[in-house]
């Protein structure tokens, strides 16, 4: 199986070069979960990047505010605010949001791993837990956020950028993991990420992407009971690192997609075209083909326009021009007309299905190709770092 790029399990020169020159100087960044583990590792790269102003909510109230303290102390250039809630508590995060401001970097780090044995012994309710905090609490997180951020102007000057959200999410997402005991984990963690997927057509000026940290020495990996992975555990400062690098412009083009924070940053955006073109990097490797969305929004306008989801075309329309403006920029072209979709009749729209399909991949391999329906996609098992190519397929 190949990897997607070189994959670092240390800290490397590119990364941390890039992080020193602070671009994160004016940005605001709340996370939660930030008292401990990976939300910690994410802290200490925020402030190391520039930010000046950085949010930590934890359920428990002593821990983080004692992480808050720790922090201060590291990076007194920084303002530390520490908030403690429960991520599935709607009125707490409309506090937050009005106390603290609408920050230009949203980090949903805070999660669970609900599974204490295996399903057939599993208690039910503590089962279901990792979907209530897993899901329901990070999409009530990021839904208070979103209606802070329609009602006011977010702090930290970043007026006209796009505001952004970066999930911590996990391998378990997206890849088959032959363990005992995570049907919970790893079913949450899957309907989490494909919530992201889904946000950035309702929200085109929102930038989503979904980041698995790596395997990092954490309460969180040790209650997980998974195997010591034989190329060693992932640094956590490294990862908090790409989490700070994701926050930034040069990392825009992974809008709704999923990353790993293993990833060498160059190798990644060398890959920026092909990423765009063909619509690689997403969590269950099944996306909309160039217009076959279009196709359906066509046939159903109703529903899908006149009940005030224009945008949705709107944004498709976009990602399209995107797409093709890229690889014409990778053919040292110059700019030319774009085929103008959404106002095309359905007949048209068939036609451009039909010329998606004759791009399928016919003998079905397992690399990356198109689906019979002009789908993009990408075996999952390719992203996997060498470190975790001995699990069986």
């Known amino acids: ?154 702090a930290g000057g970043e007026a006209g950028e796009r505001a952004v959200v970066l999930n911590v999410s996990s391998m378990a997402a997206h890849m088959r993991f032959p363990l005992v005991a995570w049907s919970g984990y790893n079913g949450s963690k899957m309907g989490q990420a494909r919530i992201f997927e889904s946000l950035r057509f309702e929200h085109p000026d929102v930038r989503f992407v979904n980041i698995h940290p790596g395997q990092i020495e954490s309460d969180g990996f040790a209650a997980s009971g998974a195997p010591l992975p034989p190329g060693g555990m992932t640094d956590g400062g490294m990862a908090g690192q790409f989490y700070a690098w994701a926050a930034t412009k040069e990392a825009d083009f992974l809008s709704g997609r999923f990353a790993w924070a293993e990833w060498d940053i160059e190798e990644l955006k060398a890959k920026k075209g092909e990423i765009l073109e063909k619509d690689l990097l997403l969590m269950t490797g099944v996306f909309y083909g160039d217009k076959l969305i279009l196709l359906s929004l066509a046939k159903n306008p109703n529903k899908n326009v006149n009940s005030g989801k224009k945008f949705v075309i709107d944004a498709e329309r976009e990602r399209i021009k995107e797409r ?63 470190s975790l190519q001995h699990f069986p397929p």
């Open 1 to 154: 199986m190949s990897t997607f790029v070189l994959n670092h399990l240390k800290p490397y020169d590119a990364l941390t070069k890039f992080v020193e020159t602070r671009p994160l100087q004016g940005k605001t960044v709340l996370i939660t979960g930030a008292g401990r583990g990976v939300g910690e590792h994410i802290a200490r790269a925020m402030a190391s990047a520039g930010s000046s102003r950085i949010g930590i909510v934890g359920r428990d109230k002593t821990r983080i505010e004692a992480a808050r303290d720790r922090f201060t102390a590291a990076f007194p250039s920084a303002k530390f605010e520490a908030f403690s809630a429960d991520i599935t508590d709607e009125d707490a995060f409309v506090a937050i949001f009005a106390a603290f401001g609408v920050p230009g970097v949203l980090i949903n780090n805070a999660g669970h791993f609900p599974d204490t044995e295996p399903f057939i012994q599993q208690d039910l309710k503590s089962w279901w837990s990792g979907f209530e905090i897993n899901i329901l609490g990070t999409a009530n997180v990021t839904q208070k956020f979103l209606q802070a951020l329609a009602a006011s102007p977010r």
């Open 324 to 386: 093709r403006e890229a690889k014409q920029r990778e053919e040292g072209q110059g700019p030319q007309e774009v085929e103008e979709l959404p106002g095309a009749g359905p007949s048209k729209l068939k036609k451009a299905a039909g010329r998606v399909t004759k791009r399928s991949n016919p003998d079905g391999n397992r690399q990356t190709g198109r689906s019979q329906s002009g789908m993009a996609w990408r075996q999952p098992s390719s992203f996997l770092p060498p």
